[in-house]
């Protein structure tokens, strides 16, 4: 993901909004997490929230890189 997006004619960088998103999608995992049961197979859950941001995160800037780019 290269550049900056223009959101009403103020540029935001590109990682700001993908950082956004992964922060949301995080929390609904969280969620389902917890209704599932699956935090009691771990002994530190903000130590797994922050594991699972960055995963997310890190499958957004692939998913949204452009062709070509090596990252």
Do not use: K
Not at 56 to 65: H, R
Request: net charge positive; hydrophobic share 65%; no cysteine.
């Amino acid at each position: 993901m290269t550049g900056e997006v223009s959101l009403f004619g103020v540029y935001v960088p590109g990682l700001l909004l993908l950082a956004i998103a992964a922060a949301i999608l995080t929390a609904v995992a969280s969620r389902l997490f917890a209704l599932v049961g699956l935090y009691r197979a771990f002994a530190y859950r903000p130590l797994v929230d922050v594991a699972i941001y960055i995963l997310i995160l890190g499958g957004l800037v692939l998913a949204f890189a452009p062709p070509g780019v090596a990252l």
